[in-house]
């Protein structure tokens, strides 16, 4: 089995930032590519950022300037940096990864909280 495990989560105030970290775990032959998602109470899963394996990457226009995707490919490691955080940003982030085992597949960890205060 593939495990996605994210870490990097917490309460900060509007203005501030955070780092979130997810890290792929297990038996595979290759990750073709690594996002994050969130969800907000009420509201339907967004993506947020993506990276390619060849890295190449997309955002939703909410986050473009102020979020960063990147990952390091010897730890199998996607990052997210979120500068200048708002209020609209609180939610669930959720990690992915569309990963090649037996077959391509995606693949979604538990969801690491972020909450910025107002």
């Known amino acids: 089995q593939v495990m996605l495990v994210e870490s990097g989560g917490g309460l900060v105030q509007a203005g501030g930032s955070l780092r979130l970290s997810c890290a792929a775990s297990?038996?595979?032959?290759?990750?073709?590519?690594m996002g994050w998602y969130r969800q907000a109470p009420g509201k339907q899963r967004e993506l947020v950022a993506r990276?390619?394996?060849?890295?190449?990457?997309t955002y939703a226009d909410s986050v473009k300037g102020r979020f960063t995707i990147s990952r390091d490919n010897a730890k199998s490691t996607v990052y997210l940096q979120m500068n200048s955080l708002n209020a609209e940003d609180t939610a669930v982030y959720y990690c992915?990864?569309?990963?090649?085992?037996?077959?391509?597949?995606?693949?979604w960890g538990q969801g690491t909280q972020v909450t910025v205060s107002s």
């Open positions: 990276i390619t394996s060849g890295g190449s990457t």
């Open positions: 992915n990864a569309i990963i090649f085992r037996v077959a391509l597949r995606d693949y």
């Open positions: 297990g038996s595979f032959f290759s990750i073709s590519s």
